[in-house]
């Protein structure tokens, strides 16, 4: 997401509040949209400890690098159901990965309204106190949203 996308988006002419948008809104709008949808939007490198079976923290993984377990190198399966990511390995030990995950937002044009639509909303409500955005925006979401696995 760019910063002259934004000011497009936002009708900003000036410069003068590059920074704001650059170090505060963008980062904001992505964070929240990845706390909506659970999937990785910015491309991140992800170090985490999970069990054989147990899910990835982040949806949109795309490539585990590497897994260990006590230090050593192991060989694991990576199974991905309803963009939710699954380690699989022969031990009963906590499994150290590292995996690299996020999604190219020129790939996902909805996916980049919503970021859009939230940049704007956060540049139009600076305050705490100011009225959420309109939970339909989530439809946006729908093709990197993980379901909920109660």
């Known amino acids: 997401m760019s910063l002259d996308e934004v000011k497009a988006h ?4 000036s410069d003068e509040e590059d920074d ?15 706390n909506r949808t659970g ?8 170090t985490e400890t999970v069990r054989s079976g147990q899910p990835l923290s ?9 897994a260990k377990v006590d230090g050593h190198i192991i060989s694991c399966e990576q199974v991905t ?9 022969e031990t009963d030990k906590d499994i150290v990965v590292r995996y690299e995950a996020g999604i190219k937002l020129q ?7 919503w970021v859009l639509l939230a940049c704007g909303w956060l540049y139009n409500n600076r305050e705490l106190k100011a009225e959420s955005a309109p939970a339909h925006f989530d ?12």
């Open 10 to 13: 936002c009708r900003i002419d």
């Open 20 to 34: 704001l948008l650059g170090t505060v809104i963008i980062p904001s709008a992505l964070a929240m949209c990845e």
């Open 39 to 46: 999937s990785a939007i910015r491309q991140m490198e992800v």
């Open 58 to 66: 982040f949806g949109m993984v795309k490539e585990v690098v590497e």
């Open 81 to 89: 159901k309803a963009r939710r990511t699954y380690i699989f390995a």
């Open 107 to 113: 790939d996902y044009p909805d996916v980049k309204s």
């Open 139 to 150: 439809l946006l979401l729908a093709k990197v949203m993980v379901p909920n696995s109660f």
